[in-house]
């Protein structure tokens, strides 16, 4: 038997799939405001963090 035939038993299973979308989709969106109105200097800062010496 298919994972599929498992999943079409379960009643209201597809609030589970539009939920965990809608929360991948909100974190994605939240990451990009982030990422374009953080300062560019701290940017840097993250990007250049794991050529960084100074920790060991």
Not at 15 to 30: G, T
Not at 38 to 55: E, M
Request: some cysteine.
């Amino acid at each position: 038997m298919k994972f599929i035939n498992y999943l079409t038993k379960i009643t209201g299973v597809d609030v589970y799939a539009m939920s965990s979308f809608l929360i991948f989709f909100a974190f994605f969106i939240v990451m990009v405001l982030w990422a374009c109105k953080a300062d560019k200097k701290l940017i840097n800062t993250l990007s250049n963090l794991p050529f960084d010496d100074k920790n060991n």
